[in-house]
């Protein structure tokens, strides 16, 4: 899978070395960047596949005599990537004069069957938490429009903290003036509209992906940094797309910004590199290996929803409290009755009520967070019954990138409880 995610990363590498337009300080500056070195190049997702057939699009749409099968089939490919390839195949399809394309319909044919594949894949089903779950208040809140307003600083600019090593999903210069990172990123925003302008096509692509990036961050819940990496490449093909019409050097302003965003995800590939030598990016794999000595061979694992799938390929005898009776996590238990349970019942009366089906009086228990321990006794009561829950701190494992995957282990004892 590495290898092959890298041939990937490499091949959009190797398109935008070679076969872009730009200046050769422009060739030389954007695959050492953040998103193409770092977030698409070094973190095995299907990120990188969507770039390289995007810029497979432009390469082809750009010659002279472009073979319309060959974009049919990058556009078909590009939409079954991820719902934000899905959005920008059909953003990218708008540059296809289509009165010329309708003649060729048994070509065009094989987009549209793409496009329904793809269609068939993003859409959930009616119980799908992404259905279900939705607060469209807590969506429209104005603290979640501070944070949308954030985001295309932190594509154009992603600098993290320095001073972490849990550095993802961090930004410098939002923990140095929160204010001053809104007001760049306001800018940022509006931009385009100055470089692109008279280009209503080029303004439809940048601003429809970057509104399919908030659109799916907010039905998420989370601002994911590997989202924003597709406002700046959009930005970056549109000026392959639209290089007849964008002579830097005859650009100064866009010179300049472009400038300034390419030495900032310099800085940032620079520092996640380091980073990234350092540490591992999760700590399953010393945490598994941890686990798997004689003395806790016989002891049931007990970890949680956010981190299951990083431990269940080390871990095969690990067991998630929210579904007792299975080995793998499902994602489902985000469901509206799963998250009143959260804010109804606390963590330790949850984890009494999961874990006594057990019928063991001691287990490992992994948190991604680390517990707050007092030397009295945690008496919970489960079906009139008391119990007191004992933990025991095992070692940590936290240095590594991505705090999600952290492990904090504990050896939890649960034993009826007796009064004098």
Request: hydrophobic share 45%.
């Amino acid at each position: 899978m590495q290898l092959m995610h890298g041939l990937l990363a490499t091949g959009t590498i190797y398109l935008l070395s070679v076969h872009s337009p730009f200046p050769i300080w422009v060739k030389w500056l954007l695959p050492f960047g953040y998103f193409t070195l770092f977030e698409y190049g070094m973190i095995s997702r299907n990120y990188a596949l969507a770039f390289l057939l995007a810029f497979l699009f432009v390469k082809e749409w750009k010659k002279e005599r472009a073979s319309f099968l060959r974009l049919m089939i990058y556009l078909a490919l590009l939409a079954n990537t991820h719902l934000l390839g899905f959005c920008l195949s059909l953003l990218l399809c708008l540059h296809i004069p289509w009165k010329e394309a309708l003649p060729r319909i048994s070509l065009v044919s094989i987009y549209l069957l793409g496009l329904a594949l793809a269609t068939w894949q993003i859409i959930p089903p009616g119980d799908h938490p992404m259905v279900t779950g939705l607060d469209w208040n807590k969506m429209t809140a104005w603290t979640s429009i501070k944070q949308v307003i954030l985001t295309f600083q932190e594509s154009f600019f992603p600098l993290h903290d320095f001073n972490r090593h849990h550095f993802w999903h961090t930004n410098w210069l939002e923990q140095q003036n929160i204010d001053i990172a809104r007001m760049l990123s306001i800018l940022v925003a509006i931009l385009p509209l100055w470089f692109f302008r008279k280009k209503a096509k080029s303004l439809l692509l940048f601003y429809g992906v970057a509104g399919g990036v908030i659109l799916l961050s907010a039905l998420k819940g989370v601002n994911y940094e590997r989202f924003h990496g597709f406002i700046y490449l959009s930005f970056i093909l549109l000026l392959w797309l639209e290089d007849g019409d964008f002579h830097l050097s005859k650009r100064r302003p866009l010179t300049i910004f472009l400038a300034l965003s390419l030495s900032v995800q310099l800085l940032g590939a620079i520092h996640a590199y380091y980073q990234d030598w350092r540490y591992p990016f999760s700590a399953s794999h010393q945490t598994a290996a941890f686990l798997q000595s004689p003395e806790f061979q016989d002891l049931p694992i007990i970890g949680g929803y956010c981190f299951g799938e990083a431990l269940q390929a080390y871990l095969p005898r690990l067991r998630y409290p929210e579904h007792p009776d299975e080995s793998f996590c499902r994602w489902e238990i985000f469901s509206p009755s799963y998250l009143d349970e959260l804010q109804t019942e606390d963590y330790y009366s949850r984890l009494l009520r999961y874990f006594l089906p057990y019928e063991s009086s001691t287990a490992i228990l992994i948190s991604h967070q680390a517990l707050t321990l007092t030397e009295e006794p945690l008496l919970r009561t489960h079906e009139t019954k008391t119990y007191e829950l004992q933990f025991i701190p095992l070692p940590s494992f936290t240095d590594n990138i991505k705090q999600m995957e952290s492990f904090y282990l504990y050896r939890l004892q649960i034993l009826p409880h007796t009064t004098n």
